[in-house]
Nanobody, 121 residues
Framework: QVQLVESGGGLVQPGGSLRLSCAAS????????MGWYRQAPGKQRELVAT???????NYAFSVKGRFTISRDNAKNTVYLQMNSLKPEDTAVYYC???????????????WGQGTQVTVSS
């Protein structure tokens, strides 16, 4: 079945950079929309960035111009390059895979275990 494994989180100072990676298995990666979401303490999970199977991207207002989402279909991996990090970016970041509907099956979402990103002042 579908599994998502995230890596790259850690502790960084404001203004620093991190790159998150999410390796997917068990699905047709090239036709799946992918995304990154995050959840800060006491907050709801929110969209960070998405990338469709065709490469179209979408970003939250708060990260526009600082974060870049990309995918490497040969490696079944999606990335989130995070630059100019702010304390407000501190959260657990989750990888998301949207599996499209096919035949008898409806579409569904899969989630990674999450990776902690901490930006300290």
């Amino acid at each position: 079945q579908v599994q998502l494994v995230e890596s790259g989180g850690g502790l960084v100072q404001p203004g620093g950079s991190l790159r998150l990676s999410c390796a997917a298995s068990g699905s047709a990666f090239t036709i799946n929309d992918m995304g990154w979401y995050r959840q800060a303490p006491g907050k709801q999970r929110e969209l960070v960035a998405t990338i469709t199977s065709s490469g179209s991207t979408n970003y939250a207002f708060s990260v526009k111009g600082r974060f870049t989402i990309s995918r490497d279909n040969a490696k079944n991996t999606v990335y989130l390059q995070m630059n100019s990090l702010k304390p407000e970016d501190t959260a657990v970041y989750y990888c998301n895979l949207n599996q499209p509907a096919s035949g008898w099956f409806a579409s569904r979402d899969y989630w990674g275990q999450g990776t902690q990103v901490t930006v300290s002042s």
